[in-house]
């Protein structure tokens, strides 16, 4: 029978990469516990209705990625495609806007969107997602961001470019969309097909198209920030002074804009030369309409979700924990490996990561067993060290040995751990 293999996209974590996966999610929650982010935790399935009023319905992820089916009950549901749309929900449903003057929020785990697999880009990828609800002052924004740029530097990332633009509001993006579509009508035969549809459902749209005739329509294109409100000016404005405020380095990206509708003022982008194309590690911004969308008031909100992939493909190698185990028992004989048994089950109780092989097998085999899982000691028991009572204790980087008492698994817990936080 063929075998059965997993599906185009999905990508499974195999043990030797979940270390980076925890380095980065530890790191993470400590980061958001000084910050006062407390965590949410949400459905992975929606009602498919809140995504296409949350993103918007002429976006890319609700036109043509989303996965979504018809349950049993006649409903139409949706796998997240991104964790926005359904903590506002959440935050909404539960009412938490009572409770906090500012809620912090974040939330880790897989979003799923129908794209075309290539590096970087799967169908099931991993979000740590960040909403910060409640208020609109730019000093919001700025703490926002600063925590961001923390965050992806406590990982170990480096070289990292913070972009930074206005998308503005209900109040001006209005009137800059007609003149965006005036100008890109002149050109509409060098647009591609799906930019030509965009022209009149999302024109903004059109400055993230790859396509070489639409980039080479929108060079000259006018842009948002030349465009907007004074309102969202200021705004703009005090965000930039809170980042200089708090030694954040950034770019204008006056031609920024995002995937998703929501976006109202402040957006930004973080990227990395090292990722190539797919160069986003992370992405958000301001949305301050969409909890009103989704039929709660009106509460300004901004919040960015980092691509754990992508961030986890940066990180140097020595920055992620190891899964090496302390200590190796060689066991030869029976007698000793029943001893053996006992004791790695005692030490692994005492937080010690501890092995043993079950099987029969010569001292040189176990050894060689102990070095290709990388043990920082071994120690070896046979007959002769159950009967006096002591083994030899051999650390595996330096090969030096010493003697110790085998009479009480309690002292020898405390050896183990105290020579496990020496300095090898
Ligand atoms: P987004 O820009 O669509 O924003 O996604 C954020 C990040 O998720 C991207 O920068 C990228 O690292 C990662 N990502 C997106 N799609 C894929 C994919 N197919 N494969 C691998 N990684 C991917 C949002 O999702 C917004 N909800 C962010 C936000 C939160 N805005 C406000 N609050």
């Known amino acids: 029978m063929a075998s059965i293999s997993s599906v185009r996209g999905f990508k499974d974590i195999l043990p030797g990469e979940t270390p980076r996966w925890h380095h980065v999610e530890e790191r993470a929650r400590k980061v958001f516990s000084s910050f006062g982010v407390n965590e949410i935790r949400i459905p992975i399935l929606e009602k498919t209705e809140l995504f296409k009023r949350g993103i918007g319905e002429a976006t890319d992820i609700v036109e043509k990625e989303m996965y979504t089916f018809l349950d049993r009950g006649g409903e139409y549901l949706t796998l997240r495609p991104e ?71 406590t990982v170990g990332l480096t070289d990292l470019s913070l972009e930074i633009n206005s998308l503005g509001c209900p109040e001006c993006r209005p009137a800059f969309r007609k003149v965006l579509t005036s100008f890109l009508e002149d050109k509409a035969n060098t647009l591609c097909e799906d930019c030509r549809r965009r022209l009149s459902a999302n024109p903004l749209r059109i400055f993230d198209c790859k396509q070489k005739g639409c980039q080479e329509a929108i060079t000259e294109a006018p842009c948002i920030l030349d465009h907007i409100c004074d309102e969202c000016g200021r705004h703009f404005k005090e965000v930039q002074k809170n980042l200089n405020l708090l030694n954040t380095s950034f770019t204008i990206n006056r031609k920024m804009v995002r995937g998703l509708d929501y976006y109202t003022r402040t957006a930004f982008e973080v990227t990395t030369n090292a990722l190539g194309a797919q160069n986003a590690v992370t992405g958000g911004g301001r949305y ?9 008031p009106d509460i300004p909100g901004i919040g960015f979700a980092i691509g754990v992939e992508r961030l986890i493909s940066l990180i140097p190698e020595e920055e992620a924990a190891t899964l090496h185990p302390d200590v190796f028992l060689a066991a030869l004989g029976s007698e000793a490996r029943d001893f053996c048994y006992r004791l790695s089950n005692t030490l692994r109780l005492a937080g010690l990561k501890t092995e043993m092989d079950f099987s029969d097998k010569s001292l040189k085999s176990q050894m060689k067993r102990a070095h290709k ?38 002292d020898l817990a405390a050896c183990f751990k105290r020579l496990i936080q020496s300095p090898s």
């Open 373 to 410: 899982l990388g043990c920082r000691f071994t120690l070896i028991i046979g007959e002769k060290e159950m009967k006096e009572k002591k083994a030899q204790l051999r650390n595996m980087e330096g090969g030096e040995q010493r003697e110790i008492s085998l009479a009480s698994f309690s």
């Open 83 to 153: 964790a926005t749309a359904s903590v506002i929900r959440a935050y909404l449903e539960h009412h938490l806007y009572a409770e906090e003057p500012l809620s912090k929020l974040y939330t880790i785990g897989p979003m799923f969107r129908r794209e075309r697999p290539q590096k970087g880009r799967f169908r099931q990828f991993h979000q740590i997602n960040v909403e910060f609800l409640g208020q609109d002052d730019p000093r919001i924004d700025s703490e926002l961001i600063f925590m961001l740029i923390h965050l992806l530097h």
């Open 288 to 296: 301050d309409g969409l909890t009103k969308l989704l039929g709660g």
